[in-house]
């Protein structure tokens, strides 16, 4: 559960596979293979899919080892003094992106995510391993919910607050078929290629339960950590473990290795909201 904080002072593809009934299936298994960020629009066609598998491949190629420690062996965390550990990322059918800054509120320099019927996020330059560090806390603040969103329609697929972890595996453990999209792509994807997204969200009401699949993929699950405008405007603290959650939504966790991004995206519901975030920390206890 969330805990209240009063602190003052958040591929495209080169080439297509076959006409007619095999892209329909290509786009069909490409759905279930690579739901990573599947905030897109409707009417996004077979290759816009991989070209949003490809910005999100693109991780694989900023990794940095230059990075603030965390808590534990292995450990992270973002206080947003700066975004220099981030790499913005965007979705080639959404044209309108969100928009990301260091800012104060509060007294609190924090990061602040605006989005106004956009979508577009940040990912993490680095990976983290699940058995070393698989705790995640964040303390956010959300200005408002989204009214038209809706966890199970396309078209309500909106938040203004997320917080992915995005499973990784390494790429000779892929299968054929995964093998011969992922490599179709213009981007170096390194070892590890991006598999399952359990995404932490803040929802605009209550689902009837905690984890619910993303309505564009079987791979990602949305995890509800809060709910409507009870607490908005109010900063809010988030400890989860990701190895619990990632068990409850997937039966186990989809590998060890993940790396995880943020985002506050509208371009579904055509709304508009602001939030922050104060800090964000991957640790092992």
């Not at 297509?16 to 298994?29: F, L, M, Q, T, V």
């Not at 409707?42 to 290759?47: G, L, P």
């Not at 054929?176 to 390194?190: A, Q, R, S």
Request: include cysteine; charge should be positive.
């Amino acid at each position: 559960m969330p805990l209240p904080d009063s602190r003052r002072g958040g591929a495209k593809s080169r080439r297509r596979i076959h006409e007619g009934e095999a892209d329909a299936a290509g786009e069909e298994n490409l759905l279930r293979l690579f739901p990573i960020f599947p905030s897109v629009r409707n009417d996004v066609d077979f290759r816009r899919l991989l070209s949003l598998c490809a910005a999100v491949a693109l991780l694989g190629a900023l990794l940095s080892p230059r990075i603030a420690p965390g808590r534990g062996k292995g450990g992270f965390r973002e206080e947003f003094s700066d975004l220099a550990r981030w790499e913005e990322f965007s979705f080639p059918s959404i044209p309108r992106h969100s928009r990301y800054s260091v800012s104060e509120i509060d007294g609190v320099r924090a990061l602040k995510m605006e989005s106004r019927a956009s979508a577009s996020g940040l990912i993490l330059k680095r990976t983290f391993s699940l058995r070393e560090t698989p705790f995640l806390s964040f303390r956010a603040r959300v200005e408002n919910v989204y009214r038209k969103g809706d966890a199970r329609r396309k078209e309500g697929d909106d938040y203004p607050l997320r917080i992915y972890v995005i499973f990784l595996e390494r790429r000779e453990n892929l299968s054929f078929f995964e093998k011969l999209f992922l490599t179709d792509n213009p981007f170096n994807l390194g070892d590890f290629v991006p598999i399952s997204t359990l995404t932490y969200v803040w929802a605009n009401r209550d689902w009837g339960e905690k984890i619910v699949t993303n309505p564009f993929s079987q791979r990602a699950k949305m995890y509800m950590i809060e709910k409507g405008e009870k607490n908005a405007g109010k900063w809010m603290i988030f400890r989860r473990n990701i190895r619990d959650d990632a068990s409850r939504a997937f039966g186990s966790p989809p590998s060890d290795t993940f790396a995880i991004a943020v985002m506050n995206d509208s371009d579904n519901t055509g709304e508009s909201s602001i939030s922050f975030l104060d800090f964000i920390e991957v640790s092992g206890e």
